[in-house]
Every structure is written in C-alpha cells, then in structure tokens.
C-alpha cells in the first residue's frame, strides 16, 4: 500500500548488505572519514592502555586510537566493515595493525569482558532494544578509573527524507546517565551538540569515569 514502506530489521543481513554496498560505491570516500572529533578530544588527554571500540565499522576511530599508541578491540556486525579496516590498518603499517584485534559480533550478545577496557568508545550505534541496558551492558567492560564515551543521533526535523538516521534507536542523554549508578560512574560531559557531518540534526555526547572503589 502506498506510504507504508517496510522498516529496517538492522540486523546482521542489514548491516553486512548496507556496508557492502556503501565500500563498493563509495570506498574511497569511506577510507578518507576522519575519526570523530568527540573521541579525538577525549582519548587525547587519556594515557593510552586497552580500548574497546564497539560498533567500529570500517575503524576510523579504531585506525586512530592504535596510530597513538592504543591495544583496541574493535567489534561490528559486518565481515565487510572489519576487512576494509584490516585493510586500512595493514596499509599503515605493521605495528598499528599489530595493536587490533578486529571481531565480528552483536554487541547485545558479544561476551563482554567486565572491567577489562580502560577506554569503551560507542559512536552512532543502533540499539535493539532497552538503552539503558546497553549502556550498562557496555559500561561494565569499564575498568576502574577507565572512560566511557557514548556518542549518538538526535535526528531533527531537517533529517532529509529517506535518511535512515530517524528510524533508528541511539543513546540519549536521559537514558545514558539513568543507566549509571552515581556512586560509581562520575559524569564527565553530557551534553547536545549540532551535527556538523552527516544527516541534520544534533549528538548526544556522553563521557563517564568509573570510579575507584
């Protein structure tokens, strides 16, 4: 029937048929995407330890994070998204590559390890189901003293028509911090910013410390 158009699963199939199609298009332009500015400013002033980039697609902030000195862990739902970053990495240079362990995975069911990751980044990520029992899902591979940083959409109405970005279910401000017991988590930032790549709208940013128990 006309206006009722079938809504994405984003699921494996979905991820693996849209990065395929994305790298076979437009790879290029996909290898020359700079790594978020909001993870450049935070991981600038951490020392560099073990990062987990959780739904890294084709790395850009994983190929970052490694480049200054990062061991990461990157995991995403596409086989294609994690050959092109292996790719990318290997063309930098052995010791970069050295330093990621790519791994394809679900984060809702990818074994997290708990307290393990001294930085857990998660940036414009779709979640299939409760958000705050994501937030906590990966707010537990935190080690004490180690950051969380959790970037998404707030899609606005300038999002242009067709842009999957409204359909999709991203972290929040409300939601992050609700998921973050205030004895152990100190908020670092919370707060909306305006999109100055992509689809219109704003970014949810959130930066949290686990405390020293």
């Known amino acids: 029937m006309p206006g009722t158009e079938k809504k994405p699963t984003y699921d494996e199939a979905f991820w693996e048929q849209l990065w395929s199609k994305t790298l076979r298009e437009q790879g290029d332009k996909v290898a020359q995407r700079p790594p978020n500015a909001s993870l450049v400013s935070i991981a600038s002033s ?7 980039d959780a739904g890294c697609g084709h790395g850009a902030e994983t190929l970052w994070l490694a480049a200054h000195g990062w061991s990461v862990t990157a995991v995403d739902f596409s086989a294609s998204a994690l ?38 980044l998660c940036i414009f990520v779709h979640i299939a189901g409760s958000v705050p029992d994501f937030v906590r899902r990966m707010a537990e ?24 970005v409204p359909s999709q279910t991203q972290v929040s401000l409300e939601e992050a911090r609700s998921a973050l017991e205030p004895k152990s988590w ?20 959130i930066v949290a410390r686990r405390q020293l128990t």
């Not at 951490?46 to 987990?52: D, I, M, S, V």
């Open 141 to 164: 591979a935190v080690a004490p003293n180690g950051t969380l940083l959790l970037v998404g959409y707030r899609p606005n109405d300038n999002a242009p028509t067709g842009s999957p």
């Open 46 to 52: 951490l020392t560099p330890g073990r990062a987990l």
């Open 186 to 205: 100190q908020i670092v930032m919370s707060e909306e910013r305006p999109r100055t790549h992509g689809p219109a709208g704003v970014d949810a940013i």
């Open 83 to 120: 050959t092109k970053g292996r790719a990318l990495a290997d063309a930098i240079g052995a010791d970069v590559a050295a330093r990621i362990d790519w791994q394809q995975g679900d984060l809702a069911t990818w074994p997290v390890p708990r307290g393990h990751f001294d930085l857990v």
